[in-house]
């Protein structure tokens, strides 16, 4: 995989955070799984994290673009957020039935896989190319 293709992926999830919150504030309706008040309640405690993926994801996106050495560890927080998000996620749904319940549930599993597979891939090609990241080549 080439940094190209890891800058795009940052833009990716980037716009698809970005975008999932804007939808939850302007009509949950497209993105909500469930309608269970503590559902809400649970979804509600989302943005700050999501917010430091988007961060993390944004310097990870800006070091790389400029060949610095920072890029290791912007990439590494964003991989990091990226799982931490995930184990939270899959567990609510998995302790709550979310996956199967609706058509919502199926966009959570989703995003779910999503999110694990891109804090994977961030993580593997990280540490692949840490050498050439910290050497800013």
């Known amino acids: 995989m080439t940094r190209r293709r ?12 970005v975008a999932y919150w804007v939808a939850w504030y302007a009509d949950r309706s497209l993105v909500a799984s469930n309608t ?3 559902y809400y309640e649970f ?5 700050l994290a999501d917010g430091w993926l988007a961060v993390c994801c ?33 567990l609510y749904d998995l302790e709550h039935g979310i996956w199967w319940s609706s058509g919502g549930g199926a966009i959570e599993l989703v995003i779910n896989l999503l999110t694990g ?10 540490w692949l190319n840490r050498a ?6």
């Open 6 to 17: 890891v800058i795009a992926i940052l833009v990716v999830v980037i716009v698809l955070d």
């Open 117 to 126: 597979g891109v804090a994977l891939v961030l993580l593997r090609w990280t």
């Open 58 to 90: 944004l310097g990870a996106l800006l070091a790389l673009r400029a060949r610095s050495a920072t890029a290791l560890l912007w990439l590494l927080m964003a991989g990091g957020a990226a799982i931490y998000l995930f184990g939270m996620d899959v």
């Open 36 to 38: 269970r008040p503590a």
């Open 132 to 137: 050439e990241i910290l050497a800013g080549t």
């Open 43 to 47: 979804e509600n405690a989302f943005p």
